[in-house]
């Protein structure tokens, strides 16, 4: 707030003051004049005169103790109305105990009416308070002023967040809105009021409401709206060429606060987003609180929101690894200017240095540790096989060992579903990187466990932000192939149902992410033109280049001989007995066991024998295709 700002805000409360001394004055003399006839009057004068000193001597004081002088009044609400009760009541409770011992010691005439203590209590209540409410009105006058030269708001949700978001705009601010009606499918909400706006009715009239009333801006206001519904609002406004704007998902705001300030354009998140459930979110604090945690990759998508839900769940202290220290400093700026309690620990180290791993477990000892560190782009590591291997694979390996050696309570692999049946060098890297960490559970007993989904919206190098890229440049959209499909989930869902996952994990599980319906990319250029305000295959254009190396027309989430089994949260299932563990753990016929395996791989990736690795991985992997794909890749042929 300004210096000027606070300056007029302490004026006013002054002048609350100055009216306060005189209503404190009305009350006590109100008080005698409604308990006596009017003949009576003179002789009780010299009582009244003195209690009108006591009371001024005592309430403003007690009124300055509660802090009735340091609020704007003009925000006033039901709290207030509590706090003026208990200031008033606890003044005239001191008055009256002064004014009776005043009695008792003779200073007073012993006949005075002592009703008029509790009148002056019931007059100075709604003399007070309501001289504080009347500035209220007289605010909410200058707001309906205001709002017949403001848009007009329509919103989506007469929820909680509904009403939070309409109770800001009737307030005096800078977003010049005013809440017209709301839209909501309860059908015990139709026709009620909230803050005086109405349930217009359900959200399917939309169409009709804005064909029929004035409605400059629609508000979607129910953070756990799914796509479906958000989609349908977003393309009748678009079609009236009205904006519309929404709050974050559900998962966006967990442990934050729902506040106008959060809304914004509506986004493809948003209509890809899912139906909300939260299951034992206590139980993913419970795994947390006053543990030491530590993420590899923090500096990545998902490493960045894994430390910023851990965090929320009050952590002893918090390591963030990561090979990047541009990355890694700012996620240590952020979570330092949300959390400065939180013992933060940025550590720059390449997971695949086992020595320096060794030394950073010994020093912090972490309790939980999140394996999100990986090299992810399926072309570039088909055109790079080295460094996948390197870093997905060894890198996982020292991590492993580094956490069995240390005892580390909990160990989380981030994982993929191109792990499963892999036609990429990266797939199977993340398969192998699996097997690694499923090894060490049953091989010492401990509560490792992988998590695996697919796509995460917005990351970086992923598909939007080249897409947002290629729009505002003016297409054209390029997409591989027009029956390209992909599983996808928002980066705050698929970690917090990560979180959720390693609080029920006991050892040895694979759990998947339950990912919705396969997405077409087209559809999904499609849908980010429209967001962007242009019409597909006229505004900006679609081509198609071929799939690239290492790619697939659609992906799977686990094995077709693996079964599915439920779990407490219905958007996580775990797989029954992944089948590649046998024959990891040792070795039959020809296949070598898993210590041999990675040293053939080792050896194997120095001589950067690329034909060599994919024979390798696809007699470890079941279902693994790699060698389908050309030994002779070169970067140049990959249409990045």
Known sequence: MSSSSSSRHHVRNRFVLAGDLALITISVLGSFALRLDVSQLPFYFP?????????????????FYFGLYRRLWIYASTSELRLITVAVSTA??????????LISAGILQPGMPRSALGIDWLLSLVL?????????????????????????????GAGDAGALVVRELQRPSQLNLVPIGFLDDDPAKQNHQIYGVSVIGKVNKLADILDNQQVDEVIIAIPSAPGNIIRLVNDECRKKNIPSRTMPGIYELLGGKVSVNRLREVDITDLLRREHVRVNDEKVGQALEGKRVLVTGAGGSIGRELSRQIARRNPAELVLLGHGENSIFEILLELQGNYPSLKLIPVIADIRNAQRL?????????????HAAAHKHVPLMEANPVEAISNNVLGTRNLTQAAVTHNVERFVLISTDKAVRPSS???????????????AAHTHNRAFTVVRFGNVLG???????????????????TITHPDMVRFFMTIPEAVYLVLQAAS???????????????????????????????EPHKDIEITFMGIRPGEKLAEELWDSDSALKPTPHPDISRLDEPSTLPTLRQAQGDAPNLIQAIEQLTTLSLSEDRAALAQLLDSLIPGSHITDQPADLQLSTFNL
């Open 425 to 439: 060098i990266y797939g199977a890297t993340k398969r192998l990187a699996e097997m690694i960490v499923l090894d």
């Open 358 to 370: 060794e030394s950073i477990f010994a020093k912090h000892k972490p309790q939980v540790v999140f």
């Open 504 to 534: 029920m994990q006991g050892g040895g599980e694979v759990f998947v992410l339950n990912m919705g319906e396969p997405v077409r990319i087209l559809d999904l250029a499609e849908d980010l033109i429209k967001l962007s305000g242009l």
């Open 459 to 477: 990351s970086r190098g992923s598909i939007i932000p080249i897409f947002k890229n290629q729009i505002a440049n003016g297409g054209p959209i």
């Open 128 to 156: 007070i308070g309501g001289s504080r409410f009347a500035l209220r009105i007289l605010a909410e006058q200058s707001v309906a002023t205001r709002n017949a030269k403001s848009k007009r708001a329509l919103i989506i």
């Open 47 to 63: 009582a009244a005169l003195m209690m009108c000193a006591v009371a001024l001597l005592v309430k403003v004081p007690v009124y």
């Open 92 to 101: 005239s409770v001191l008055t009256s105990g002064v004014m009776l011992l």
